[in-house]
């Protein structure tokens, strides 16, 4: 394992998130998600992203099999520490989002112990020595409401440092957070240094909440942000023409943002570029974010990905996009 993030042989930033082949919303089988996993490799992907939260292990497992298929190979892969796995009978197949899990409850746990645990239990069920980046994964105020002042210390306190005692025995490389919060970014930030931060949905196409603050910190902190959630959970993948409930934020979207989509669509439509292209490409054109995680359960979704990463969009699309107050004046666009 080489760099934090290894992009595409042909140059594109593209990575694959390990969420949907943990069974997110639905389920596939081993064989459905091996064949993702496998695509990916062979356009040249190299840079993947697990979690314990996944399917309560099951995509690390998944993850862990195919990279195990290329000793040697460099590559970049993550996991995320916080929550702990304890083997349980009864535990519900579903849990969390996530549908036919492993059978594991999860309790939150950032002392030094319980993410030092945390990683050594991953790394048994990815089957590797180590892993190149550990993000702390959701230890946000939304998650954890009046807790949250008791979590950060935590972080700052005590899981961080067992992490670098982890990271100076070689079992792991760079350090940072897994989150859809900006605030949490920007408290520690200010507190600790971090390597790289994976942040989902809060700089996309649609919701650029990342954008007056935490992408200017990162750039002046030489932090590197792996982007998650560029579709917002669906909304800016299907768009919201024809769609019954579109999504956004894991959940029904508001009417705001329905409507903020539509306008986005009708300039798609103009300049005939499809809304997943946009939402792929525009991120990637600001300094702080190093490579665009996709989330993917079929071969059939990764290919997508690919050509839409590769499909060319006139720059008056951007421009018309900044006229119509869907980007800021001062929002870097794709050259």
Known sequence: MAAVFAPLRSGQRLGLGGAPLGNLFQAISDSAAHA?????WADGCRSFDTAPHYGQGLSEHRVGRLLREHPGADFGLSTKVGRLLHPDAGAPADQNGYVQCLPFRQTWDFSGAGVQRSLLDSLQRLGLA???TVYLHDCDAGTHGAAYPQVLEQVVQHALPALRELRQQGLVRHLGLGVNDVQVCLDLLQRTELDTLLLAGRYSLLDHAALPQLLPLCVQQGVRIALGGVFNSGILATGVRGVAVPRFNYAAAPAAW????ARIEALCENFEVPLRAAALQFPLAHPAIAIVM?????????????AMMAHPIPPGFWQALKVAG????????PA
């Open 258 to 261: 329905v409507e903020r989509v």
């Open 36 to 40: 993702v996993l496998a695509a990916a």
């Open 326 to 333: 869907l980007l800021g004046p001062e929002t870097p666009v």
């Open 294 to 306: 996709v989330g993917a359960q079929t071969v059939g979704q990764w290919s997508d990905a690919v």
């Open 130 to 132: 180590r892993v190149d």
